[in-house]
Structure formats: structure tokens, C-alpha cells
């Protein structure tokens, strides 16, 4: 497999080339130890910037004030009423939401270990991740409770506190919404819950109670964030105040020379729930005090284009099929962009006609990055001195190392030669949740002599730029989320009628890939594609959903059984 460009020759490259392709004011090494905790660097950020407004939402502001207050509601409620210790599990099962800072930053401030939740779930993967996790409360938006109700009594859930889109838009505005939400667009499916909490409830109560604060540190638990894992089972990544402050540090160190304390406005179109906006929108852009719009709905792009009217945003970040329908929006095309001064696109690769582009209207060059969950979540970024786009995930953060190793663990010393990128850093996460990763030659195990191994396959240049040669060996990146094929195969199997089935991503020109599934049927039985779509419908996420089925007679095995997906992706690639 040959990556070497024309007239390029592979050459020794120094240790760390990418320092001295950092801009002047970019530096080597960040403290992960600026703060003790995220706790502190909370209550710094509310002291500095308390009368500033902090998040937008629907016409709503909160300020940095407000949100310190809201926060200590929520939180005093979590210690006193539901007596819940630090370290104790809660999920956040929202969309992006005023509820969703003053519920996460209220989590933090009772010493709890938030579990980010996709609200689109379904029953199945819900069940998942609540006892997987050892879930005991969780905050949910009513559109969602329906499902909860279907796995309730699975779970390890003792408290369910309820809210609704409106529920901080104040008695007349918020009242119409969920109105508007529940009875004109049927949104709130009809849901069983006897016992729970209003959120509302939550917060009128927590307000004449005491708060106490936890005593944290650096190794102390802050989020379980699930993803695929490197390996290709649904995990747990451990992720400590430590990791998430060190990589707010880091995306800081690269941006910094950009960014000015106190006046940057932010565009929060990616769900908080995904680890790269909960870090860079959520932290980040916290820690320096910026304006946040919060974007519930961001596939209703005229809506979305709409709340920008009047938003002089100078950060956006998203994902490529996002930036794709900004840029073929005529509405957004007339927006004013003299104040953009930062763009940031992660969660998939960026293609290159999407990010001129976008380069070309807004005048603000979209620099690409890379990461992982288990990473907190950024390894890479490009710089932002760079003139356009060069087609790599730019350069390893502050504080970070990588190496490229073969298929024998031998680390490559040349460049423009493809390895298995390995990372460490102090935004590596411990861990994965309840894994038994004591055997260092388990496949689970996702460390190598001490570095996380990837699943990615890159090449670097003699300037230190890491560029993606090839997926990680079975995900599917679908849109910028992780889709793992046992998953959806083991879906698959559970129709009557499937005797084998294969997944693999297969390129799209708006979701980079999609699921394609490749099915052998029971001899004497019959199955449509509409029939093991619509069974597929009932336990995915509609992302996990296959776009493409191919039915066949056999499928391509190992000489010991072992279905090859490889062979099914190359046929299309």
C-alpha cells in the first residue's frame, strides 16, 4: 500500500518536527495542573465574567451569574435531597439546551460523574449505557421520556428528574413552547413515568438548601463519555478532571494567540453530548469567557440560519455535513462575516471542495482536527496561521506525543510512511469503565507499552503534519459519530430470517459514510430489504440505521470462519 506522494522520498524525521512548525506564540507545554479541578476553573470563570452573558437559547440569556446561582440550586438538590455521594453516576439526556450547563456545571459542583446520553437513543441503547454505567439519576427533556419508560425498570435508575425545551424561557414564553412542542408538533410522545422530579421542582428547591463543596482533585472522576472504544465494543472512557482540563489547555495553547478573554462569541451547533463540542464549546469557550448560542435543532438549518440573524459569532465549530448545508444555504451565504476568526471542523475528515467553500464566503479558513473520545477529545489541530486547506489533521497539540508503529509495534522513523498512529498525553483517558485491562496482550486492552493506541493509520511530514490514511479497522464514520459493525450485526441476527450479516461503511458524499449491510438469509425463509430495515429502525439510532442491505449467498470468511469485512469494504472503496 503506497502513500507516498509523487517525487516524495520517505526521510528521518526528528523528534517533535511539528514544534518548530508551531506558530512563534503557540507554546511546547501547557500546565494540566492550572487548576485543581474543573470545580475551579468554574468558579473562576463565573467570578471574571460574572454580568457577561454566558449561554443563548431560543431568545433567553443566561449570565455567567445566573448560571453560578442555577448551578448551585441544581447541585445543592443533587447532595441534600437525593443524598447522592461524589462519584456517583447521572446522565444528561438533552439536546442543546440552557438546562444542559446549568445541570452539567451543577453534576461537577456535586463531585458527580456525568454520563453524556444521545437523546435520540433507542430502548436497547439506552439499557445499555444506563447499567452499563451504573446510571442511579438522570436529567431527560420530555420529548425523550417514552424510551426511559421502556427500559426503567432495567436499570440501576433510582431518580428521574423531567424538563421540558421551555422550561428556562420564563412563565409566558416557556409556556407557549411547550404547548407548541407537546400539542401542535406532537413531539412528546405519550410516556409512563409515576415517579420523577420536575426540574423546575429541582431548582425552587435546591435553592433553600446548603451546598457543600466536594473536595476534588486532578485523578477525580468527571465524565464516563461512551464511544465505540479503539477495539469495537460500546465502553465507558474514563475521563478525569485532569484529562478535560489539560486538553481545555491544550486547544487554548493552539488558539490562544486568537482568542480575546471575554469578547469571543461562540456557535454550539454539535450536540454537547458529543465529547468534542462538550470540550471545546463547553469548556473552552467557558474558560475564556465567551458567548455561547446554543443550538437545539441544527438539521432545521433555515431555523438554524435564522438564530444567527443579529449574532455577530466570531468562533464556529461543526462537522463537515454541517458546514456542507451552511454553505449551500442562500440565507447563510448573505450572512455578515467580518467578525469569523475561527473555524473548527472535527468529528469526521473535512473535504476539501466543502472547506474552500466555506473558506471562499466567509473568509475564514475551516482547520481541521482530529481526536478520539478516549483522548478527552483533541490529539491534533491544524494551526491558525495556515493559509487553506492542506488535507491533514494538522499538527499534535501542546503537550502531546505521537508515534507511528507497524504491524510488529516497531515504531517508524521516516516520513510519509503509514503506521498506526499511538498517542499520550495528559488527556488520555485511565481507562475504560469496568474493564479488566490488566493483560497487556488482550485485544481490549487499548494500551501499547504505555500509549494509546488509535486504530488509525497515518503518515507524518517532515514539518510534523499527521495526515489519515485509513480508517480505523472496522468503524464506520457516520456524520462524526463512531458506528461500530457488531453492533449493527448483532441487531441484524436477532431477525428470524438472518443467518449472517456484515457491516461496513461505504463512502457518502454527505455523511462521509454510511452503514451498508450485507445479508445471508436461513435457507427456506424469506426477507425483504424494507422488512430488516424497518427491524434494524427498531433498536439504532437512525445513524446506525444501514442505508445500503446486499443480500447474498455467502460471505467472504478467514480459512477459520471469520467473516472478512475488509474484503466487503474494498469492493467499494
Known sequence: MEHIQSGQEPTPFSDKPWLLRYPTDVPAEIDADAFSSLLD????????????????????????RELDALSRDFAAYLQQSLKLPPGERIALMMPNLLQYPVCLFGALRAGLVIVNVNPLYTARELRHQLSDAKVDTIVIVENFAHTLAEVLKDTPINNVILTRMGDHLGMIKGALLNFVVKHVKKLVPDYHLPSHIRYSTVLKQGSGLRYDRPQLN????????????????????????????????????????????????????????????????????????????????????????????????????????????????????????????????????????????????????????????????????????????????GLPVCSTDIRLVDDDGQVITLTHTPGELEVKGPQVMSGYWGADEADSASPDNPFHDGWLRTGDIATIDEQGFLTIVDRKKDMILVSGFNVFPNEIEEVAMQHPSVLEAAAVGVPHAEHGEVVKLVVVIKRGTQLDKKELKAHCRQYLTAYKVPKVIEFRDELPKTNVGKILRRELRDEVS
Not at 41 to 64: I, R, W
Open 41 to 64: 476553573m468554574f468558579e473562576q470563570g463565573v467570578n471574571d465574567f460574572s454580568d457577561q452573558p454566558a449561554y443563548h437559547n431560543f431568545g433567553k440569556s443566561l449570565t455567567y
Open 218 to 393: 486532578g485523578d477525580s472522576l468527571a465524565f464516563l463519555q461512551y464511544t465505540g472504544g479503539t477495539t469495537g465494543r460500546s465502553k465507558g472512557a474514563m475521563l478525569s478532571h485532569r484529562n478535560m482540563l489539560a486538553n481545555v489547555e491544550q486547544c487554548l495553547g493552539m488558539y490562544s494567540p486568537v482568542l480575546h478573554i471575554g469578547q469571543e462569541k461562540v456557535v454550539t451547533a454539535l450536540p454537547l453530548y458529543h465529547v468534542f463540542a462538550l470540550t471545546v464549546n463547553g469548556l473552552l469557550f467557558f474558560r475564556i469567557g465567551a458567548q455561547n448560542l446554543l443550538i437545539t435543532n441544527p438539521r432545521d438549518i433555515p431555523s438554524f440560519v435564522k438564530e444567527l440573524k443579529g449574532y455577530d459569532f466570531s468562533c464556529i465549530t461543526g462537522v463537515n455535513t454541517l458546514f456542507n448545508a451552511l454553505v449551500n444555504n442562500e440565507d447563510f451565504q448573505k450572512h455578515d462575516f467580518s467578525s469569523l476568526k475561527l473555524t473548527i471542523g472535527g468529528g469526521m475528515s473535512v473535504q476539501r471542495v466543502v472547506a474552500e467553500r466555506w473558506q471562499s464566503i466567509t473568509g475564514s479558513r475551516l482547520l481541521e482536527g482530529y481526536g478520539l473520545t478516549e483522548c478527552s477529545p483533541l490529539v491534533s489541530v491544524c494551526p491558525y496561521d495556515m493559509d487553506g486547506y492542506n488535507g491533514s489533521i
